[in-house]
C-alpha cells in the first residue's frame, strides 16, 4: 500500500499558484521567445532558440510533476489535539541541548522549508516530535549522534 502524502491547505495553495504561475505568466513568456528566436532563421546555431526550448522542456517538466503531485496529496486541515500532543499542523517550540529555541509546524514533505519553520514530519526531528507534549524530551538520531530536544510549547496558532 502507498504511504498517504499529507500536505496543508497553505501548502497546497503554493503549489498551485507555482502551477498557475508557470502556465500562465512564465510559459507564455519563454514560447513566444522560442518563436521570435525561430523565425531569425537557422535553428541549429541560434543559442536563443536552443536555450528557449530547453528552458520550455524544464518548465513543461515542472508543470507535468507539479499536477502529478497534487493530484496524490491529500489535503489536511490541521486540528488542535485536546491532550495537548504534536501532530500534523502544530506549530511545535523546542530547546536543544545548548538551549537555543526554535519553533517549527509540523508539515508535509512537499512543503518543508526549514528557513521559514516549516518542518516534515517525515524528517528525523520531525518524526520525533509526533505526539509529544509540553515538557516531554525527544531524543533525535542525527548523522553527528544523538541529541535531546525538549518540547517547550505546542500551539495550533502560528507565532
Do not use: C
Not at 48 to 69: C, P, T, V
Not at 106 to 126: I, K, Y
Request: charged share 30%; hydrophobic share 40%.
Amino acid at each position: 500500500m502507498a504511504k498517504a502524502h499529507y500536505i496543508t491547505p497553505e501548502g497546497f495553495r503554493r503549489l498551485s499558484e507555482e502551477h498557475w504561475a508557470i502556465w500562465t505568466v512564465q510559459r507564455p513568456r519563454i514560447v513566444a521567445e522560442v518563436e521570435a528566436a525561430a523565425a531569425m532563421g537557422d535553428r541549429s546555431e541560434n543559442a536563443e532558440y536552443i536555450y528557449g526550448k530547453r528552458k520550455l522542456r524544464e518548465l513543461d517538466r515542472r508543470l507535468r510533476y507539479l499536477s502529478e503531485r497534487m493530484d496524490s496529496l491529500s489535503v489536511v486541515e490541521p486540528k488542535p489535539d485536546r491532550t495537548g500532543r504534536a501532530f500534523f499542523g502544530a506549530w511545535v517550540t523546542v530547546e536543544q541541548e545548548d538551549g537555543e529555541a526554535r519553533t517549527y509546524r509540523l508539515v508535509g514533505a512537499d512543503e518543508f522549508d526549514l528557513a521559514n519553520g516549516r518542518l516534515s514530519v517525515d524528517s528525523p526531528l520531525g518524526r520525533a516530535l509526533l505526539g509529544k507534549r509540553e515538557g516531554d524530551v525527544a531524543m533525535v538520531q542525527r548523522p553527528a549522534g544523538p541529541v535531546e530536544v525538549t518540547i517547550v510549547e505546542v500551539s495550533w496558532e502560528a507565532p
